[in-house]
């Protein structure tokens, strides 16, 4: 299957730390990529390979992946960080491109 | 830094063909380290990939959509664009362009237009 699994929502207290998961068969050869993206906007990429961050995304946001899964973690989550956070990677063929269905997050 | 900007119809009819293009500035499409790609978003719901264009002129397509869809370059203007035909009111949707840095098995879409938001009705 080329689909990528997210948990639909998670909630985190303020300064707390949060992960965000992504499941996929495609994750076992490629790397995901993270994108947040706030209402009425573009979303940003905030982690692509094994854990790169575009220049100007705070170094609290961290990737890392295990077998089938990625995870995005927010260490010391800010209110500013409260968006969709979605997952990407291509197929095990490398041709495909998927989107996971998206992970609201909310900062309490 | 480069930018890129969706431009074209925002209110297309049941089944006819919409058409957008993506204008790259502050950077050329046809940098060899780049790929090109649309991703859409229907009203509340997640991103979908469409497509994504190479700088060979290879192109892949969401397989739900490759009866209809066609991506292609305009190296003259520095611009891409997108082609989809037949469509219905479930392609109503934000469609944005984005440029992919595609780096053996690390990729990330890492600039991206503002979107263009397409209505599909009669």
């Known amino acids: 299957s080329s689909e990528l699994t997210q948990d639909p929502a998670v909630s985190v207290a303020l300064g707390q730390t949060v992960t965000i998961t992504c499941q996929g068969d495609?994750?076992?050869?490629?790397?995901a990529s993270w994108y947040q993206q706030k209402a009425g906007q573009a979303p940003v990429l905030v982690i692509y390979g094994r854990n790169n961050r575009p220049s100007g995304i705070p170094g609290r946001f961290s990737g890392s992946d295990s077998g089938n899964t990625a995870s995005l973690t927010i260490t010391g989550a800010q209110t500013e960080d409260e968006a969709d956070y979605y997952c990407c990677s291509r197929d095990r063929l490398g041709s495909h491109w998927v989107f996971g269905g998206g992970t609201k997050l909310t900062v309490l | 830094q480069l930018h890129l900007q969706e431009s074209g119809p925002r209110l297309v009819k049941p089944l006819e063909t919409l058409s957008l293009t993506c204008s790259v500035s502050?950077?050329?499409?046809?940098?060899?380290?780049?790929?090109w790609g649309w991703i859409r978003q229907p009203p509340g719901k997640g991103l979908e990939w469409i497509g994504t264009l190479y700088n060979n002129d290879i192109t892949y397509y969401s397989p739900s959509l490759s009866s209809r869809v066609s991506i292609s370059v305009d190296t003259s203007e520095n611009q891409f664009s997108l082609r989809l035909t037949s469509v219905t009111a479930a392609d109503t949707a934000v469609y944005y362009c984005?440029?992919?840095?595609?780096?053996?098995?690390?990729?990330?879409?890492?600039?991206w237009g503002q979107g263009a938001m397409v209505i599909v009705s009669s």
């Open positions: 984005a440029r992919l840095e595609l780096l053996g098995v690390t990729d990330g879409f890492d600039i």
């Open positions: 502050a950077g050329s499409v046809s940098s060899g380290t780049y790929c």
């Open positions: 495609g994750l076992k050869d490629y790397f």
